[in-house]
DNA sequence: GTCCCTATACTCGGATAGCAAGTGTCCGAGTATAGGCGG
DNA sequence: CCGCCTATACTCGGACACTTGCTATCCGAGTATAGGGAC
């Protein structure tokens, strides 16, 4: 079960976004230049997160990126059923149905316990990420990321955004 | 995040050998077509398993998969874990080095946030399906499952073990 | 001087190749049994 | 009749193709700005 590479890069660019005031917007190469990741492919993932309503897109010149609610509102898990998808990891295809010992399908009144065990597995790693929001996130960064790193970091966007 | 279709393949196979004596063994062949998937490619799993050393495998006429230990003792997890893989879901590049904002590596005692919440999550996940044993899924299927079901399984298998 | 128009440049969005990992299959190494042979 | 040997058939284990989905990239559609021209 490996998560899309995509997904780490989203969350960091929401809590750059975070910074950006709702008046503006950051187009997604600057972003990439920001992380030091391919421009093109980051572009699309910011297109998923765009699609998903996390963030919102303007187009044109002075065009880019900003969050589309505010950070608090921002769940992690958002991010991440946004751009890895929203299918459940586990998927049950009933083979207990089939074989020799399988029986017609309206003999199963409950879903198979297999499946069950699975689902809320997941259910109990999504309640987790539900719990973090970008802007906790983005709270933990200015708590421990180095003051030259931020520093160096509000001139870059001082500079980007104008 | 997906997860592999062998993963449940594995468990369901589990869950049979859970009625398999301690002095028999069943062959992948045979636990392909219990569940009707095929065999060369269940094969596979059962050898994630063996490795794991989840199941025990008996070599030549007679031969077979039985559980390595008591159905109790097996958790999902490591059911989970054998098949798909131990690997943590979410791979921290540390992109927060990189970029304008970046600082040296050494200025950042702590791993990143992102990476510290995604892990949480996943010790959630793994603590859900760490508190699921093989003995708990069997139970589940006793009381559940249709008896029709068991009472065919039950004749299939007594045929094939002898 | 002011307003309007046009050309420009910059942005996002979707369509297009490349590659790794999961999916599916096969054949060879090893072993317990069953039958045959010798004592 | 009993014990040993050999051939057999059945099992697992690892090596080999194929397909799906993630990775990476590009070009076209749309828009706000900047400059130039007309009034």
């Keep these: 079960m490996r998560l899309s590479q995509g997904v780490e890069w989203a969350v960091h660019s929401c809590t750059v976004l975070a910074s950006v005031p709702a008046d503006r917007a950051l187009p997604a190469a600057k972003l ?14 910011l ?4 699609a998903a309503e996390i963030v919102t897109s303007v187009p044109g010149p002075l065009g880019g990126y900003r969050l589309a609610r505010t950070a608090e509102e921002i769940t992690l898990l958002d991010i991440v ?12 295809t009933e083979i207990r149905q089939r074989g020799p010992a399988g029986c017609k399908a309206t003999a199963y009144p409950k879903p198979c316990g297999i499946a069950r065990a699975m689902w809320a597995a997941e259910v109990a790693w999504r309640d987790a990420l539900q719990a973090q929001t970008v802007a906790d996130i983005v709270a933990s960064m200015f708590e421990e990321a180095p003051r030259e790193g931020f520093a160096k970091g509000a001139v870059w966007l001082r500079e980007v955004i104008r």
């Design 47 to 50: 297109q998923a997160l765009s």
């Design 32 to 45: 990439a230049e920001f992380h030091g990741v391919p421009g093109a492919y980051l572009a699309k993932h």
């Design 81 to 92: 059923l946004a751009v890895d998808g929203d299918e459940s990891s586990f998927v049950c």
